[in-house]
């Protein structure tokens, strides 16, 4: 019988690390289209995917107990997203030297519910 993502998340907050496996398999493949769509890089959604699951696990006292995970996840994985967009994009300086010369991004990284709402339109 499959367990709703709220269940895992307090069985692994609770202490049982094989719920955070559960929870992974159930959660990371949206979070991944997701990450996919935002970062148009599949090896750099899939890092921040993996960055986004280390930061839930730090940031645990703010979940709310017996909330569907995925706002939460969702938010973890956007934000974690636009940081690593602002690491890449801005360039690094060092004595007046560019290190790295890449553009900065002008783009605006769109809402989930944007996302949904655009592709169920066409």
Known sequence: MAKDPA???AQYFDGDTSALGELYAMT???LLSYLRILLRDHALAEDVLQDTYLKMSAARNTYIRGADPMPWLDTIARRTAVD???RIFT????GGA???AAPRSTTTIPSRGAIR???SST
């Open 7 to 9: 269940a895992l998340m």
């Open 28 to 30: 990371a493949p949206q």
């Open 84 to 86: 690593e967009m602002r």
């Open 91 to 94: 360039p690094a300086t060092s």
């Open 98 to 100: 560019v290190l790295s």
């Open 117 to 119: 709402g655009s592709s």
